[in-house]
């Protein structure tokens, strides 16, 4: 007779170095999957401390109140006493440190795994802190052999071998996945690839939620040997999987729409905005709105991620704003219902032209002038942060930051940027995405050309390649690391490629001092660029 065993993932948002809070949380689950009959709950990759700690992981203190947490942890799992729990925690023995999941039933831990293929790529460095271990491990429960494997060990062929090896026929694997654009399916490309071919099972276990510039995106599934998809929780939200495994088979059941890649970014910001928020114990934030279409699309994500109550937009015209931009502001602020307030800057930009009328005497308008403007709009918002506790969000877009159409001090002031990572041409498709679910961002702010309003007649495409020209450019040259001639071979004219390029190449000092802000592509500036500010290489191509 076939055995019968429920398996159990918990997605579940954990915060780094909350081991009470993400204790509880697992806990939660813990009750949940017990009152659905489960037999095993699997949660995600260091879901005890939550990932990634970062150079936490260097501090023995660290570890300590790891230990004390997984002991505590396993005493009050007691009064499910059927359950059996796997628990990613960080690990120290013998002066090496593991990535490690420990099966925890009757009150303590029955074995522990712990990671082989240590990721030191992307936004990755477990190389820095993990020693990989090589050894398998296996359990029994009703007559069926769940092996275990811990996220980037399934994306090489070994560690699922080495598991079916030694005898197991479902592959349970925590993971610490971060979202970006296509990921999901590269994902069960992956999966398929080194773990179906074994003819292996699979249960993943994803994370979810925001942690600093990473957003997770649970989307946790199940495959069956032959690699078919058998069941996935929804993403960007908490969730409880459970699928009945016959044999060694997962049962089919339900599978959450994932939707347009649009959905999936405006998501990803939203949740992105709300963690980072309420985590770091933020009362609210601030958006500096401008009446263009990069503040329009922050506001709106501000106001979804943490509720109208909470956001405030503060409008600075200057003597170059142009009435439809303090209209359009005015409207969208109505609409989304939020605390609208208006600060001129031309009494403070022409105090500022007094002051130094002696040291620019003689000299023409040039963009010293220009950027006054950005930093005083900058130090305003960064006083009433000070005052009132909200954050400030920046709103540059991730076109603007490859080629530093940004001023420091100025309008990259601020606390979080939400959009740092979406270039233009996304950033209306999200607008529109936004849209069509209610009608917040006026259409004239879609319509009208984008400018920076910094003096008159001012238009970005004076100082910039047409944004659908930038956008192939940074997406070929940045994202995808394509050289020179291959981004000229794709059709892009050749003195817009070097110009771009330089540009990408001089602003790096900027980007530096950017704010952290969400990733949702493979490649954004931040963690996974990170490329020498002082640098004489001129790349030829």
Known sequence: MSSHVRVAVAQINCTVGDFEGNSRRILDMAHRAAEAGADILLTPELSLSGYPPEDLLLRRAFYAASDEALDKLAAQLLQWPTLRVIVGHPLQREGRRFNAASLVHDGAVHGTYCKHDLPNYDVFDEQRYFTPDNRPFVFDLKGTRFGINICEDTWFPYAPECARSSGAQVLLVPNGSPFHLGKQAQRLDVMRANVSKCGLALVYANLVGGQDELVFDGASFVLDGHGKLARMAPQFEEALLVTEFVGGVPQHGACADLGSAESQAYRALVLGVHDYVTKNGFPGAIVGLSGGVDSALTLAIACDALGHDK???????????????????????????????????????????????????????????????????????????????????????????????????????????????????????????????????????????????????????????????????????????????????????????????????????????????????????????????????????
């Open 311 to 541: 956001v405030r937009a503060v409008m600075m015209p200057s003597q170059f704003t142009r009435d439809i931009s303090w209209l359009d502001s005015r409207e969208m602020a109505q609409r989304v219902k939020v605390r609208y307030d208006e600060l001129p800057i031309k009494p403070v930009f022409d105090g500022f032209l007094a002051a130094l009328a002696k040291e620019f005497r003689g000299l023409p308008w040039n963009t010293a002038e220009e950027n006054i403007q950005a930093r005083i709009r900058g130090t305003l918002l960064m006083t009433l942060s000070n005052k009132y506790g909200s954050i400030v969000l920046t709103t540059g877009n991730k076109s603007e930051m490859a080629v530093g159409y940004a001023t420091l001090y100025g309008d990259m002031a601020g606390g979080f940027a939400v959009i740092k990572d979406i270039r233009k041409t996304l950033v209306y498709a999200l607008c529109r995405y936004r849209n069509s679910i209610s009608d917040v961002i006026p259409e004239r702010i879609l319509t009208r050309a984008p400018s920076a309003e910094l003096k008159a007649g001012q238009l970005d495409q004076d100082s910039l390649p047409p944004y659908d020209v930038l956008d192939g450019i940074i997406q070929l040259y940045m994202e995808e690391g394509r050289d020179i001639d291959e981004v000229i071979a794709a059709g892009y004219p050749e003195p817009e490629v070097r110009r771009v390029v330089r540009m990408i190449r001089m602003n790096e000092y900027k980007r530096r001092q950017a704010p952290v802000g969400i990733r949702v592509t493979h490649r954004g500036f931040g963690r996974d660029w990170r490329y020498p500010i002082t640098n004489r290489f001129v790349e030829e191509g």
